[in-house]
């Protein structure tokens, strides 16, 4: 391992910020909260480890039964560890003077997660397995180690895989059939009791709670009053018929605990993201080639927009999808295929159940003139077929290589570059980048492949200078002395 240089930080803060709670039982595990945007007194926090609770709740009986629900779910979710390595902070000062008091303390977090394949596919947040070394499922007091098969940040599902025959897979609902007011049962592992079910009704689809990482956060959350909380995250959502409708994901809470309303992944989403996870390594994303923006009153008055429905075209993508099609800024989007457009919540979402190279109709207002194109949907490097993108990942970079795509190179203004992703400790830590920064040139060369560019700073030493853009669009340029 090469001794690392003088570093110079980068301005940029990636990720989820977390907040430590200490258990008896030496257990370190994170809470992830978010401030709500109509409220800065109230948080969004992701349900997935422990804090103690300080608020109940007792639901009133409703006009079902949920014992079948209950029977045909709870064998199917799974209580889910993760190791992430050893905290700093667990050292005496005494393992200093006098030789070391054992091995510090692995900090280990919790979650639960839903067999979804009877071979041991098992979807899960993106949160709960985030910075893992190493993972288990414990199902039925039996525990599995897990291999992380994918992630995706953009809509925080993550899938895992155990050896295993004959498990009890879920059954699938549909989240597109769910109604405002329907019972649902939130199954999952809060606080460490395994197999908990809560009831409560749907009170809102396709919500917005702005908390997704991501290049291209998708949030259409079903909002549910059943009680979720701390190591909810990756469990089931589902209906009085025990069919998974939703991967319950955050709470919106003044106190980390379950105050009033949980939000889960709709289902429809969360399979045709674990389906391309395990099929093909990342997620197809569909691209239609603009940005787009809610319709808030201020802006229907501004630009004499008769309809809240919909949503506002603020950017469209050079020779994208949405450009070849005749789209232009400012149109307003109001119908994608057979769906009904109320909001950028069921924008991403109509467009979430699609791939690359799908057609598909579009209805829009220009200057109050309704008209409609046909999308050609696009892939992440512009073309319309399904791809498998090139990664290099290096234990001694401490991070995973990627070429950037055709939608980062327009957001970003570069012509190429390779993206920093899944950093850990390691070289570009120390070299002061963070997670999503582009490198765009090496030594005045331009940096186009992850495989080249992870080989040359590896080996290299001298004098290196980078230049490239932090995740915020910041233009950066460092040079360094390597050993």
């Known amino acids: 391992m090469k001794s690392l240089f003088k570093t110079t930080g980068v301005s940029f803060v990636a990720g989820l910020a977390g907040a430590a709670a200490w258990t008896t039982l030496n257990v370190n595990e994170t809470e992830h909260s978010y401030d709500f945007p109509q409220n800065t007194k109230t948080e969004v926090s992701f349900a997935s480890q422990y804090r103690p609770a300080d608020h ?3 639901p009133t009986e409703g006009p079902v039964s949920f014992v079948e629900a209950s029977e045909n779910s709870t064998e199917s979710v799974v209580f889910i560890k993760n190791f992430s390595g050893t905290d700093p902070r667990r050292y005496s000062m005494f393992d200093y003077f006098f030789g070391g008091g054992g091995a510090p303390s692995q900090q ?6 839903v067999i979804i394949s009877d071979d041991g596919y098992i979807v899960t947040n993106n949160h709960v397995i985030d910075r893992a070394e190493t993972i288990e499922v414990v199902h039925k007091k039996r525990t599995y180690k897990a291999k992380l098969v994918g992630t995706d940040k953009n809509t925080d599902i993550a899938v895992l895989k155990i050896e295993g025959t004959d498990l009890p897979a879920i059954k699938r609902g549909s989240s597109r059939d769910l109604k405002i007011g ?8 809060p606080f460490n009791l395994t197999s908990t079910v809560t009831a409560g009704i749907v009170s809102a689809k396709e919500r ?5 990482g ?3 956060p998708l949030e259409s959350f079903i909002q549910t009053d059943a ?12 209906n009085v018929n025990g069919e998974l409708v939703g991967i319950n994901t955050a709470i919106l809470s003044r106190t980390g605990s379950y105050t009033g309303y949980g939000f889960a992944v709709p289902v429809d989403i969360a399979m045709k993201v674990s389906s391309d996870l395990i099929q093909y390594g990342e997620v197809q994303k569909a691209i239609p080639g603009i940005e787009a923006v809610e319709i808030t009153p201020e802006l229907a008055e501004e630009m ?28 307003v989007i109001t119908k994608l295929g057979s769906q009904t457009i109320t909001g950028k919540g069921s924008f991403e979402e109509a467009i979430s159940h699609y791939y690359p190279g799908d057609q598909l109709p579009v209805s829009y207002l220009r200057n109050g003139v309704m008209k409609s194109a046909n999308l050609q949907l696009q892939n992440l490097e512009g073309g319309n077929g399904v ?10 970079l401490g991070a995973r290589l990627e070429a950037v795509n055709t939608i980062e190179k327009d957001k970003f203004g570069v012509d190429n570059g390779i993206k920093i992703t899944g950093l850990t400790r390691g070289y570009l830590r120390e070299l002061g980048l963070r997670e999503g920064f582009i490198i765009t040139q090496i030594n005045g060369d331009p940096a186009k492949d992850p495989t080249k560019v992870g080989a040359y700073l590896e080996k290299f030493s001298g004098r290196l200078l980078l230049e490239g853009v932090a995740s915020n669009g910041q233009p950066f340029m460092q040079s360094y002395n390597v050993r």
């Open 182 to 189: 329907e019972w649902v049962l939130a199954v999952g592992n």
């Open 108 to 113: 280990v977090s919790t979650g639960s997660g």
């Open 304 to 331: 004499n927009i008769k309809t809240l429905d919909g949503v506002i075209v603020t950017h469209v993508v050079k020779s994208g999808a949405a450009e070849r099609a005749g789209l232009q800024r400012n149109d």
């Open 227 to 238: 009680p979720i909380n701390p190591g909810n995250s990756g469990g089931a959502l589902v």
């Open 214 to 216: 991501g290049d291209f």
């Open 387 to 396: 791809i498998k993108r090139e990664f290099y990942s290096s234990a001694i």
């Open 56 to 58: 109940g709740y007792s």
């Open 208 to 212: 917005q709670i702005n908390i997704l």
